[in-house]
């Protein structure tokens, strides 16, 4: 998370003291993004029962193993163009770290794995958005400082895969969507518009009473 709040160029101009020109005094970027995080979790059990009798000369039912190994992974990063204008991206991936049958005793088994956790898994979900907010320079405009207004657009896309193990005669593919979605808001200051008017204005900041002392 860079501490640089980004670049002004007009903010000490002399040029620009007029309040027709407070959209261009007001000018500013930040060419690095705002923040940046990776986080990743690995979570693993592993669970074995073996179901055992009284009968001496019985060698005993097989074990029944119940395990799973996944790595999951979360990208954000923000990006504040401007003061008016951010950027958000968000991620997500679920991925499994498959793992050979039974106890993992032998060597063989347990670079399997290693090599699995070194590819990162095998994804089987996956998700991001992007985010954008833009707040209208309405407020810099003499002529409609009294109004204000914010767009938002977000856009999504998610792919989950297919089931593992398919025959020729069974073909599930993965699955795919995207999400698009835009919105606005907007405000008004009846205020600010009020004393846009004389007569309103002094009705809005009406003068104050001079006490005894001050006549």
Same mark, same amino acid.
């Given at each position: +998370?860079?501490? =640089? ?15 027709? &020109? ?12 705002? +923040? #940046? ?5 690995? @979570? /693993?059990? =592993?669970?074995? #029962? ?6 001496? @000369?019985?060698? %005993? ?6 395990? =799973?190994?996944? =790595? ?18 968000? +991620?997500?991936?679920?991925? !499994? !770290? ?7 005793? *032998?060597?063989?088994?347990?670079? +399997? ?5 070194? /590819?990162?898994? /095998? ?46 005669? &069974?073909?599930? %593919?993965? !699955?795919?969507?995207?999400?698009? @979605?835009? %919105?606005? *808001?907007?405000? #008004? ?13 002094? !009705?809005?900041?009406?003068? /104050? ?5 001050? &006549?």
């Amino acid at each position: +998370s860079p501490k =640089f709040k980004g670049f002004e160029p007009f903010k000490e101009s002399e040029g620009f003291k007029s309040p027709f &020109l407070q959209l261009i005094k007001d000018f500013n970027f930040n060419p690095m993004p705002t +923040s #940046i995080s990776v986080r990743g979790e690995l @979570d /693993r059990s =592993f669970g074995k #029962i073996v179901y055992r009798n009284a009968i001496k @000369d019985q060698q %005993g039912a097989l074990p029944n193993f119940q395990k =799973f190994f996944v =790595f999951n992974r979360f990208y954000n990063a923000r990006w504040s163009l401007s003061k008016a204008l951010t950027l958000d991206y968000n +991620s997500k991936v679920n991925a !499994i !770290i498959d793992e050979p049958e039974g106890d993992i005793d *032998t060597q063989e088994k347990q670079d +399997s794995v290693i090599a699995n956790l070194k /590819r990162f898994g /095998r994804m089987k979900n996956f998700e991001q958005t992007i985010t954008a907010n833009y707040t209208l320079p309405l407020d810099k405009i003499p002529v409609t400082n009294w109004l204000g207004a914010d767009y938002r657009y977000n856009v999504g896309y998610s792919w989950k895969a297919g089931p593992v193990g398919q025959t020729d005669t &069974l073909q599930l %593919g993965n !699955i795919i969507q995207n999400t698009q @979605d835009q %919105g606005m *808001t907007g405000r #008004i200051d009846f205020v600010k518009l009020y004393n846009k008017v004389g007569f309103l204005k002094d !009705i809005n900041t009406p003068k /104050r009473k001079l006490t005894p002392a001050e &006549l």
